[in-house]
């Protein structure tokens, strides 16, 4: 099957990119002379910039009215696209290759729950020839600059090779899916005063605030690289850590593409769609009620979230610490 053109129509947000990644390294390593263009929303173009294994990357916030929609179909015409993957459910496939619908409109079974998953059910069923092309491996890119950039700040933390490194991501787009500042300071102080570890909160430069103000409950000393890595560069980061203690968000997602140890918090979303897929995990919820409502605003008292203990998160985070290093896993999680 010839494919000297591949096209990908991707989510809008980081989260939903890493999770889409495995498409994009599939059809690389399925087609690996092939040109690819990538259509994705503006905060995701941030995770492929600069990849190699793209040709084109396309911002589709820039195409959102109609007249810019009907410019990119002209475009996406023109080019020709010899097998399209859209995890996004456009119409763009459908309009520019109709013999081919059936595979378009049809959406994962019930039985594929986990949003991953979810993606790699779509490039089973619209790009049969890279069903093969899936493997353990790590997904994502990362360039020369962004390890050199990592290495500077580590050499300015000054961080003790032989204490395990913990990453925090206390941080997340939606309010709702955040669990308490003091929460996260009090999971930090006992990880650094009695589990020996290292410390770096991670996060956007939004929830800068939110990190000043765990600092600011702390009585051990930790590190921040908020706002100052970009997301590559916190994988990076993730990569060489013990383990990973986080939100629904982002970091969850990304901790998850490079296997790392994670204990992930949720409340009011949904474990079983967004849920860690690292070997190594522990997810963290309370089985109310009202969770998982998926809901933007919580109808009561933010329950879910303020009801995990830190006892519990520590818990949970010394059981995989006394696992020790995941060497097979780390091996199967270099570039792509």
């Known amino acids: 099957?010839?494919?000297?053109?591949?096209?990908?129509?991707?989510?809008?947000?980081?989260?939903?990119?890493?999770?889409?990644?495995?498409?994009?390294?599939?059809?690389?390593?399925?087609?690996?002379?092939?040109?690819?263009?990538?259509?994705?929303?503006?905060?995701?173009?941030?995770?492929?910039?600069?990849d190699p294994r793209i040709g084109t990357l396309v911002d589709l916030s820039a195409f959102r009215f109609p007249a810019g929609q009907w410019r990119?179909?002209?475009?996406?015409?023109?080019?020709?696209?010899t097998v399209i993957v859209d995890v996004r459910h456009t119409l763009y496939p459908l309009l520019l290759t109709p013999w081919r619908a059936w595979r378009y409109l049809g959406r994962?079974?019930?039985?594929?729950?986990?949003?991953?998953?979810?993606?790699r059910w779509a490039l089973w069923r619209q790009a049969p020839g890279a069903r093969?092309?899936?493997?353990?491996?790590?997904?994502?890119?990362?360039?020369?600059?962004?390890?050199?950039?990592?290495?500077?700040?580590?050499?300015r933390w000054k961080l003790e090779a032989r204490k395990p490194l913990v990453?925090?991501?206390?941080?997340?787009?939606?309010?709702?899916?955040?669990?308490?500042?003091?929460?996260?300071?009090?999971v930090a102080d006992r990880l650094i005063g009695e589990a020996g570890a290292e410390v770096v909160f991670s996060g956007e430069v939004a929830e800068e605030e939110v990190v000043q103000e765990i600092l600011g409950l702390m009585e051990q000393r930790a590190h921040s690289c908020t706002g100052l890595a970009t997301i590559r560069q916190a994988g990076l980061l993730m990569r060489q850590a013990t383990l990973v203690i986080t939100n629904d968000s982002a970091s969850l997602h990304l901790a998850s593409a490079l296997g790392v140890p994670t204990v992930a918090l949720f409340g009011p979303t949904d474990?079983?769609?967004?849920?860690?897929?690292?070997?190594?995990?522990q997810v963290i919820r309370?089985?109310?009620?009202?969770?998982?409502?998926?809901?933007?605003?919580?109808?009561?008292?933010?329950?879910?979230?303020?009801?995990?203990?830190?006892d519990e998160v520590y818990d949970a985070a010394q059981e995989l610490l006394e696992q020790g290093p995941e060497d097979d896993i780390r091996g199967a999680a270099g570039q792509p």
């Open 72 to 81: 990119l179909l002209r475009a996406l015409w023109r080019y020709r696209p």
């Open 108 to 119: 994962a079974p019930r039985g594929v729950r986990h949003m991953r998953d979810r993606q």
């Open 167 to 186: 990453i925090m991501c206390p941080g997340a787009r939606s309010h709702i899916k955040r669990w308490t500042a003091s929460g996260f300071a009090r």
């Open 132 to 155: 093969a092309a899936l493997d353990g491996r790590c997904p994502l890119w990362f360039s020369a600059k962004d390890e050199a950039q990592l290495e500077q700040m580590r050499q």
């Open 1 to 50: 099957m010839s494919a000297e053109r591949l096209l990908v129509i991707g989510p809008s947000n980081i989260g939903d990119a890493i999770l889409m990644s495995d498409v994009v390294a599939a059809l690389h390593r399925r087609y690996p002379n092939a040109h690819l263009t990538l259509a994705v929303g503006a905060r995701a173009r941030a995770l492929f910039e600069g």
């Open 271 to 281: 474990a079983a769609k967004y849920g860690p897929t690292a070997p190594a995990h």
């Open 286 to 310: 309370h089985a109310l009620f009202c969770a998982p409502c998926e809901a933007s605003l919580c109808r009561f008292n933010h329950e879910c979230m303020r009801f995990i203990t830190p």
